[in-house]
């Protein structure tokens, strides 16, 4: 049987209506966003399917959706017989994802933690004060001396090290201008301001990063059963006492999804599967490496042809 990785995606792969197709095929798809809301006391099914656009795009909302929704695809993907991974890793939010996938967290608990966390990134910065831009065609050494370089005594620093030449960057938004207007000036192809109002994965979330410590150390966490690669230090931890500090670090501090990517390439793994809506996170390692095998598993019979062929 071929090694493979399971990925799963965070905030910005949600979209009205995602996974329906899907739940046409298979009930563990809506019943899985059905036990998510009723663990959370929302409609989150009827949200994802009806709208509107702007309730599922608030953090504290997509949060659990997307929780759900990659939880509700490993589900099909192990009632089809799907094999077991190598490795896991999740973008941002999508290492909760990847932590229930692998029996660390249970998914009630998973629900409440990211329930909370959205709550808490939203209040950490009052609104209209953070925000974040992607930076497409320069070097992440030239964008984070930018960074140093506007900020002026406010904070803007890499947030998303997506792929190369690919990379986000978050905090007070006056500085997050005055650096856009520096990488274009340095010949960027596009610099951005991404739909978010929560500069994540900046020192501004250190505030929100002390709420999540309470809320993490309420819940049970065990050694994962599948080995999951963590955003802050792209490194394995098995003792819950580590996964804690992961988690609340993640918050505050850059996503290494690129160096995430290369590690598992380093393990002689060259097929990787996305496990939840959209294909963000197969468009950012097409970048990275061409050679990888990647598969999005959202559309009907894509779990089904991949499962049987990734088990001979």
């Not at 520096?182 to 960027?188: D, H, S």
């Not at 993490?216 to 792209?234: E, G, W, Y």
């Not at 390692?285 to 061409?290: M, P």
């Not at 990888?292 to 019979?301: D, F, K």
Request: net charge negative; glycine share 10%; charged share 20%.
């Amino acid at each position: 049987m071929t090694q493979f990785a399971m990925l799963f995606p965070g905030q910005g792969s949600q979209s009205l209506g995602m996974l329906t197709d899907l739940a046409a095929r298979h009930t563990e798809i809506r019943n899985s966003f059905v036990e998510a809301g009723d663990a959370l006391d929302i409609d989150l099914w009827r949200l994802v399917c009806e709208g509107p656009a702007e309730e599922l795009n608030r953090t504290e909302l997509t949060q659990p959706a997307m929780l759900a929704a990659g939880v509700a695809v490993w589900r099909v993907w192990v009632a089809q017989g799907g094999a077991i991974p190598a490795v896991m890793a999740g973008h941002s939010l999508g290492e909760y994802t990847a932590l229930v996938a692998a029996g660390s967290v249970d998914f009630s608990d998973a629900l409440k933690v990211v329930a909370a966390r959205g709550r808490l990134m939203q209040s950490a910065v009052p609104e209209g004060q953070g925000a974040m831009a992607a930076i497409l065609g320069l070097d992440d050494d030239l964008v984070e001396a930018i960074c140093r370089e506007a900020a002026e005594g406010q904070v803007v620093a890499p947030a998303n090290y997506n792929s190369p030449g690919q990379l986000v960057i978050a905090g007070h938004v006056t500085a997050i201008e005055r650096a856009m207007y520096k990488c274009r000036e340095a010949g960027a192809k596009r610099a951005m301001i991404l739909p978010v109002s929560v500069p994540s994965h900046s020192e501004l979330m250190q505030g929100a990063a002390e709420g999540l410590k309470e809320v993490l150390d309420a819940i049970d966490i065990r050694p994962p059963q599948v080995a999951i690669l963590h955003n802050v230090d792209v490194d394995e931890h098995r003792q819950p006492g580590a996964i804690r500090a992961a988690l609340t670090g993640q918050l505050s501090a850059p996503v290494r999804w690129t160096a995430t990517i290369q590690a598992i390439i380093g393990r002689d793994i060259m097929r990787m599967a996305e496990c939840g809506p959209g294909r963000v996170l197969c468009g950012l390692g097409r970048r990275i490496e061409k050679r990888v095998e990647w598969v999005a598993l959202e559309q009907p019979g894509q779990i089904e042809s991949t499962s049987a062929e990734w088990k001979e």
